[in-house]
């Protein structure tokens, strides 16, 4: 039987992340899309792995990824959709799951202020979230470069990781946007 995978280095997820987020941080570590280290954690032999699920993610899976890279499954637990909004009908979640990301850039410029990596908030991707309550401007699901839909990969800049289309490859960076909505009281 193989010995389970131990990654050297493993970022620990941020309190409001969205769990695939915290994937895609640990793989961009590795120079890997999280699609191909969660191959690479898998049990050799098992068929290719869905991506990991926001909502309700595979308990095999969770255990996995607690286990490579030493953390408590219960914590990556408690970033799945369901366990944060138990209450909610799950329908009100699903809409933009796997749909274009949508983000807000200058969260991303604040986490590069801060010096620790960039993520995805969780709540982002709740089907009624259209602004960035801390900036008041619009969440993006465009990419500013090559204007198709947004999804998000993680690129290592600088010992951090740091948000690019996955398309072209650009940086994610609120200097694009001036959406700030008019009116709206800071
Ligand atoms: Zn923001
Ligand atoms: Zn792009």
């Not at 890997?32 to 280290?37: K, M, N």
């Not at 465009?142 to 690129?155: A, I, K, T, W």
Request: some cysteine; aromatic content about 8%; overall charge positive.
């Amino acid at each position: 039987m193989r010995e389970a995978t131990r990654l050297p280095v493993a970022p620990r997820p941020f309190r409001d992340e969205l769990l695939s987020s915290w994937v895609a941080r640990v793989a961009c570590r590795y120079g890997l899309e999280a699609r191909d280290l969660t191959q690479c954690l898998a049990e050799r032999g098992s068929d290719k792995l869905p991506p990991f699920d926001d909502i309700t993610p595979n308990q095999d899976q969770i255990r996995q990824w607690a286990r490579a890279c030493r953390i408590d499954p219960m914590r990556l637990q408690r970033l799945s959709l369901a366990y944060r909004h138990s209450k909610r009908a799950q329908l009100w979640l699903l809409e933009r799951i796997g749909s274009p990301m949508p983000v807000c850039f200058s969260c991303f410029d604040d986490d590069c202020a801060a010096d620790r990596d960039s993520y995805i908030r969780a709540d982002w991707v709740l089907a009624e979230y259209f602004v960035c309550p801390v900036h008041r401007q619009m969440l993006r699901d465009r990419c500013p470069s090559c204007d198709g839909h947004l999804y998000v990969s993680y690129r290592m800049r600088d010992g951090r990781a740091r948000p690019v289309c996955r398309k072209c490859d650009d940086r994610l960076t609120g200097a694009y946007s001036g959406h700030t909505l008019p009116g709206i009281p800071k």
